[in-house]
């Protein structure tokens, strides 16, 4: 399937669940789920060409982003320096592994009196719980990656003389940079749902807390702005963190897309371009040592 | 069980690879000087993980600038032993030294080959054979250089932009040797570094081998299951086996292709087969 007609398919999965929206609430349907209270899609798109001209709006979306990346970026740095220390030190193991264990299980948003006990203002409260949120996923997920790391690659630069920092940089890191993505995909959702159910709870200004006032004056259009916003907000974010992950895994094996394109792109780094298929027979006839090797390169 | 006093090298062979090596350097002498090969001395050594030794009592002294290959069944300790000679675990008993002195860590003057897939996968070949140097705290300009200049020693230049998984098992061996040498190590430990490789390629990498260290000078010590590649490439060939270093032989005409049919070479055949119990 090619580029277009995959991103047409996804328009189509979007403007489905839409229409049966539309279709479900302005018919008032009430089938044991009651939808006649519900507001419809045009009531939600007014709404939200309403607030999108006003002030309010913008400041929200501002407040709740610079929250939760301040929150996400801290709990990446702190994870992933903890997960590699926890996993490469045994003392590091012994001294944090048990506490790090005990917190982990409670919910992040459980933690709303601790922070408001802690931190002098709400703000600060507020990123304390997105980062704790986001900060176990990374934490599990790096420990994971860095025992999982091929021996022989440490031991490769150790007999070249490399050191602890040259192994951490040069291994440890990229090595397990694929698991550590994964950790931070899980951890941007996370933080999504603690910065807004933080902001419902003690907030002043942010989408979260806009959701919950417009619910307590009991303007439905409202919340559903807030929750579209939310969606999308947390799409973009985790596609951002994907994306940048893709990019700078770039270098793990993958499937080929097609049964052609995989030959072709292995051999677009060694020649130019035009004269790709005329170099590849080249360097077959006057190296037979490379061309004996060639059945090797595709299994 | 002492083997030390076998450890006359056979440098000048037909072949002439083994040019300008250990001409009676004795332990000491050969250290700073760059390009010499260096003296790996295993005493009474047992060697093994902690919980479970693999070999006991190997008594092994390597010439600078000579081939020592070891044979012997798999799960052996062939492995150990060369872990050991890196410095990546400490002998259990006894000692292991470089030049009369204790090894006590891995060190870029033994650079260690292993089995398959040792590249780092996130790096191109070339930034693959760059690392060493960088270790070494050399400038990118002649770190890309060298690096170069290794690879195409090693028929790879075409291929220096590729990652690892790009290119053939053939092809990924050839720069984990070029990696190993770009650094200058005194000595090249190789654990069984074509075992993955199908028969015609693995003979062409034998031979790849054979005139890349030409002129380094390095002391080797090559690791393998295969008694004619440890009959090809080794100056002495150390058989391995039930816990044991049992013998180290001096072969005959070491890497000359021709020398299969030598009856001194067949008879040491035999007699390593016949050892091996296989």
């Known amino acids: 399937m090619n580029r277009s007609a995959r991103y047409a398919l996804r328009i189509a999965s979007l403007a489905v669940a839409l229409g049966l929206w539309q279709l479900l609430t302005s018919q008032d349907i009430d089938l044991w789920l009651r939808f006649s209270q519900f507001p419809t899609v045009t009531d939600v798109a007014h709404t939200f060409a309403d607030r999108l001209a006003g002030p309010d709006y913008w400041t929200d979306l501002t407040d709740s982003l610079t929250r939760i990346l301040s929150g996400f970026l801290l709990a990446a740095v702190l994870g992933v320096a903890t997960g590699v220390l926890v996993a490469r030190s045994r003392l590091a193991e012994d001294l944090l592994g048990p506490v790090l264990e005990v917190v982990r299980p409670i919910p992040a948003i459980a933690l709303v009196p601790v922070a408001i006990?802690?931190?002098p203002s709400n703000e600060q409260g507020i990123v304390f719980i997105t980062c704790t949120a986001a900060f176990f996923p990374v934490l599990v997920s790096t420990r994971h990656a860095v025992r999982a790391l091929t021996p022989v690659w440490e031991e490769a630069v150790r007999t070249m003389g490399g050191g602890r920092w040259r192994v951490l940089g040069s291994v440890v890191l990229p090595g397990a940079l694929p698991g550590v993505f994964g950790g931070l995909s899980v951890g941007i959702g996370v933080s999504w749902i603690c910065v807004i159910s933080a902001e419902m709870i003690s907030g002043q200004y942010?989408?979260?807390?806009?959701?919950?006032q417009d619910y307590t004056v009991v303007d439905y259009p409202g919340v559903f702005v807030g929750m579209v916003t939310i969606g999308v907000l947390g799409w973009l974010t985790s596609t951002a963190v994907e994306l940048l992950g893709r990019r700078?895994?770039?270098?793990?094996p993958r499937t080929a897309q097609g049964p052609a394109a995989r030959p072709k792109s292995a051999r677009s780094g060694?020649?130019?371009?035009?004269?790709?298929?005329?170099?590849?027979?080249?360097?077959?006839?006057t190296r037979p040592e490379e061309a004996r090797d060639e059945h090797l390169v595709r299994d | 069980m002492s083997t030390s006093s076998e450890t006359e090298t056979e440098t000048e062979t037909e072949t002439g690879t083994r040019t300008g090596t250990s001409t009676g350097a004795g332990p000491g002498t050969?250290?700073?000087a760059p390009g010499r090969g260096t003296r790996l001395t295993l005493r009474d050594a047992a060697l093994g993980r902690p919980d479970a030794a693999a070999v006991s009592g190997v008594d092994v002294d390597v010439s600078p600038g000579e081939i020592l290959t070891v044979v012997g069944p798999s799960g052996c300790g062939k492995s150990t032993l060369l872990r050991t000679l890196a410095g990546l675990l400490p002998p259990l008993a006894g000692t292991a030294e470089q030049d009369g002195r204790p090894i006590d860590g891995p060190g870029a003057d033994r650079a260690l080959v292993f089995q398959e897939?040792?590249?780092?996968?996130?790096?191109?070949?070339r930034a693959n054979v760059e690392l060493p140097l960088a270790v070494q705290g050399l400038p990118r300009a002649e770190r890309r250089d060298q690096a170069t200049a290794w690879l195409e020693r090693v028929g790879l230049a075409a291929q220096a932009g590729q990652l690892p998984h790009r290119v053939s098992g053939g092809q990924r061996q050839r720069a984990q040797l070029a990696r190993a040498l770009a650094g200058r190590p005194r000595a090249v430990l190789m654990d069984e570094p074509f075992g993955a490789l199908d028969?015609?390629?693995?003979?062409g990498m034998q031979d790849l081998l054979v005139e890349?260290?030409?002129?380094?000078?390095?002391?080797v010590v090559f690791v393998t299951h295969d008694v004619d590649e440890a009959l090809f490439l080794g100056d002495r060939v150390a058989l391995l086996g039930a816990g044991r270093l049992t013998a180290v032989r001096d072969v005959p005409r070491p890497r000359d292709r021709t020398a299969r049919d030598d009856p001194a070479r067949t008879a040491l055949r035999r007699d390593v087969l016949t050892s091996l119990g296989t």
């Open chain 1, 248 to 252: 700078l895994t770039r270098w793990l």
């Open chain 2, 199 to 203: 028969a015609q390629t693995r003979a």
């Open chain 2, 30 to 32: 050969g250290a700073g």
């Open chain 1, 117 to 119: 006990l802690l931190f």
């Open chain 1, 206 to 212: 942010g989408v979260g807390y806009r959701t919950w």
């Open chain 2, 212 to 219: 890349v260290l030409h002129g380094t000078g390095a002391t």
């Open chain 1, 270 to 285: 060694a020649a130019p371009p035009p004269a790709a298929t005329a170099g590849r027979k080249d360097s077959i006839r």
């Open chain 2, 117 to 125: 897939d040792a590249l780092l996968p996130w790096r191109s070949l």
